[in-house]
């Protein structure tokens, strides 16, 4: 949704790289370039106005002046006030001590109430709460049989008594939501749900009708937390609609819908300057886990293009499995081969996280490659996993073995061309080079090694074979005699003959396979 805003906040700042000294004249040119991009993605004037001279009071100040370099000090400044009008802090609900913990939704038709309403319940259970939902808008067509889906979709119980508004009874009076919010969270006491969550209704607009409702509904359920639910793309009008429900049902904190969206994302920036109440959660997407607790420190290192590395994180820890993780660390410490079962394993790791596009883009300098993202297809992975799984057990731990004849099956077996093929495991053969060189302490190819481990330097194993051994030479005088004795008889030995006897350098006989000097872990595949 930020997309143009953090364009154009990242060309201004460019224009600032390189100077040793800023002028009043360069800040009032960089304030100037950062009140357009704000007022082009639709911030409250007011809120732009305030915003950009805090800005331009600090960036004439002496923390810019002192500073080795005044450009990414005024990204530092712009950074810190963005955070500030975004909430400033991270908040989280506040839980009842004793009995449930009421929280009501309010806002306007189609701002998404009732899906987030499931997504908050969700969230909500995944962190050891029992919630339970209740049906409380009576007036939109179909939007109890809605909630109801929603709360089947996120394995959560809704309170549903009176069944609304349905289709052809639009004339008729629908019933009254006060009592069954009453009901409801006397119905999640009494079956010991920690969490009541309910949905009210909304329309098209603010109304002294939907405002009454909406009070009568907080008087008589006495909710722990109001979330007045809005629209992220509505612009503008985002400010008067909060002030609104605001000095209507007075509430404790706002959910930004539809995140995901194209629009210029004004309201987010406006909704909680003006009103004064934080941000709490943020819905980036259509699906039940596409909702995330809302930090104005990340969200305005994502505008500034700094990324956003700690969701990442968080996302990486909550997805991740950890006896996986704890399996490819052994196989990874005993340097056995990554093998295309474990980057199957893997890529079903990522695709747990979620969308890859969703997590590229959290990376930091994401936006100089948003176009090259945005093309991006999800499918590729489906494709790829399609091209491992049509190859056999054996293919998968020695890929060398795959000829033009196997290739062609696969190409058959994963419905690809055998280009695709061909293009897969030559990225794969890159990847299981680089790991076998990070496994040996060498680093990644092309850097140098980490200090302390073996191929430290970066230099090549043709190089570290040729460079001279150093023995230990005993400190006893027999003993040295000893050892130099048992070198000589080593060094007139010479190397040990191949067994003979059979066509091809097939070898008869006893055979031990650690005269092979195969990769760790590869001993299993032999015949003994």
């Known amino acids: 949704m930020f997309n143009s805003l953090s364009d154009r906040l990242t060309a201004t700042f460019k224009n600032l790289r390189g100077k040793g000294r800023l002028t009043e004249a360069d ?95 969700k ?75 309910v949905d009210t209704a909304g329309r098209l607009g603010v109304d002294t009708a939907m405002m009454e409702q909406a009070r009568q509904i907080r008087q008589a359920i006495i909710p722990n937390e109001v979330l007045f639910v809005i629209d992220s793309m509505i612009g503008q009008d ?30 987010a920036l406006s909704v909680a300057s003006v009103t004064g109440k934080p941000v709490m959660f943020a819905s980036t997407g259509e699906g039940l886990d596409d909702f995330e607790l809302f930090h104005p420190d990340r969200m305005a290192s994502r505008i500034l293009d700094m990324g956003d590395v700690l969701t990442l994180i968080e ?3 909550k997805n991740w499995d950890k006896d996986e993780a704890a399996r490819m660390a052994q196989k990874f410490a005993d340097q056995e081969d990554f093998t295309l079962d474990d980057f199957l394993s893997q890529m079903q790791q990522i695709r747990n996280m979620g969308s890859m596009k969703k997590m590229l883009m959290m990376m930091p300098g994401a936006q100089n ?20 799984r049509s190859m056999t057990p054996h293919e998968r731990v020695a890929p060398k073995i795959i000829n033009g004849s196997r290739r062609a099956r696969i190409a058959r077996g994963s419905g690809v061309h055998v280009s695709e093929v061909n293009g897969l495991l030559e990225r794969f053969g890159q ?45 006893n005088p027999a003993k040295a005699a000893q050892e130099l004795r048992d070198a000589e008889a080593k060094r007139a030995a010479g190397p040990k003959s191949l067994p003979t006897g059979a066509s091809f350098g097939q070898q008869t006989g006893d055979f031990d396979p650690s005269s092979l000097n195969l990769p760790k872990g590869f001993d299993k595949f032999l015949g003994k």
Not at 452 to 462: A, D, H, I, N, V
């Open 27 to 121: 800040v009032d040119a960089t304030v100037r370039e950062i009140r357009r991009a704000l007022l082009d993605a639709d911030v409250a004037v007011s809120v732009v106005r305030e915003f950009t001279g805090r800005v331009r009071d600090r960036a004439l100040g002496e923390e810019v002046a002192a500073a080795l370099n005044p450009s990414q000090q005024i990204v530092k400044i712009v950074n810190e006030e963005l955070k500030e009008i975004l909430g400033g802090e991270t908040r989280r609900l506040r839980l009842a001590k004793t009995g449930p913990t009421i929280i009501m939704l309010a806002g306007l038709q189609g701002a998404g109430k009732t899906t987030l309403a499931g997504k908050l319940s």
């Open 123 to 197: 969230y909500l259970k995944a962190q050891g709460h029992s919630p339970m939902l209740v049906a409380c808008d009576l007036q939109r067509p179909n939007a109890v049989t809605q909630l109801q889906v929603v709360g089947k979709r996120a394995n959560v119980p809704v309170f549903a008594p009176h069944p609304g508004a349905q289709g052809d009874e639009l004339d008729q009076p629908a019933g009254d939501p006060v009592a069954v919010a009453r009901a409801g969270v006397e119905e999640a006491r009494q079956k010991l749900h920690d969490v009541v969550i």
């Open 238 to 267: 985002a400010v008067n609609t909060a002030m609104a429900f605001d000095e209507g049902v007075n509430f404790t904190g706002i959910v930004l819908s539809k995140l995901d969206g194209d629009a210029r994302g004004g309201a």
């Open 315 to 317: 996302q990486a820890e």
């Open 369 to 388: 490659m948003r176009q090259q993202l945005e093309q991006f297809d999800e499918r590729e992975i489906d494709r790829v996993e399609a091209i491992v």
């Open 431 to 475: 990847a299981q080079k680089m790991m076998k060189k990070m496994a040996q302490g060498g680093g990644m190819p092309g850097m140098p090694g980490m200090p302390g481990m073996p191929g430290q330097g970066g230099g090549s194993r043709k190089n570290a074979k040729s460079a001279p051994k150093k023995k230990a030479k005993s400190g």
